[in-house]
């Protein structure tokens, strides 16, 4: 919802987003708990893990008010950008491992869906 001289007008978030950002913040959680609570993580990977279930429910928040909270996607992009380029030659080398690239192709996604939609939002603007 914003203010234009003096009237309210609302905004909406298509449901299409609304679900986008849940998925992401499914994908978080279960990603971060299975990175924290795995046998075979150590320190590091416990730690990553409870970073990214952190993010997790930020994007919860986003889900259920995408207009209010988006701003702080861009610190989604940042990180999921971020975590792709440092982990993605050696998850997607010879010796990688299939199911940290699953992850980091999921990162990808989300960090591009979460740019359209703030450019998205933008142009609305």
């Known amino acids: 919802m914003r203010e234009d001289q003096g009237a309210v007008i609302e905004r909406e978030v298509s449901r299409n987003w609304r679900s986008f950002f849940w998925a992401a ?10 990175g ?9 990977a416990r730690i990553i ?3 990214v279930l952190g993010f997790g429910f930020v994007y919860f928040f986003v889900a259920r008010d995408p207009l209010r909270f988006a701003p702080v996607l861009w610190a989604g992009i940042l990180g999921k ?7 993605a030659p050696q998850a997607f080398g010879p010796d990688g ?9 999921g990162d990808g996604l989300f960090a ?6 703030l450019l998205t939002i933008a142009d609305e603007n």
């Open 36 to 44: 924290m609570l795995s046998p075979a993580a150590d320190v590091d």
């Open 49 to 51: 893990g409870l970073l």
């Open 81 to 87: 950008v971020g975590v792709v380029a440092l982990l």
């Open 25 to 34: 913040m499914a994908f978080n959680v279960i990603i971060g708990t299975v």
């Open 112 to 117: 591009i869906g979460f740019l359209a939609f």
């Open 97 to 105: 491992d299939p199911i940290v690239a699953g992850a980091l192709g």
